[in-house]
C-alpha cells in the first residue's frame, strides 16, 4: 500500500500539472481507483492463501 500511494502521490501531481483538472477533481479520481482495485488485491491475497493451504495439507 506504501507502494500505491507513493505512485498515487506522483499521478496526482500530474493530473494537476500537465492535465490541468483541479485537485478535487484528481482526489475524486484516485478514491474511485482506489476502491477498485484495491478490493481485487485483497482477493488475490486470499486465493494465494488458500494455494498455500492447499499445498500444506497435500
Known amino acids: 500500500m ?3 500511494a507513493t ?4 499521478f ?3 493530473m ?3 492535465v490541468l483538472i483541479p485537485a478535487a477533481s484528481a482526489s475524486v479520481i484516485m478514491l474511485i481507483v482506489c476502491l477498485i482495485f484495491n478490493p ?6 486470499e ?8 499445498h ?3
Open 40 to 45: 481485487i488485491e485483497l482477493h488475490r491475497q
Open 56 to 58: 500444506a495439507i497435500e
Open 16 to 18: 494537476t500539472d500537465t
Open 12 to 14: 496526482s501531481i500530474f
Open 2 to 4: 506504501l507502494i500505491q
Open 47 to 54: 486465493i494465494n492463501e488458500m494455494k498455500e493451504k492447499m
Open 7 to 10: 505512485v498515487a502521490t506522483f
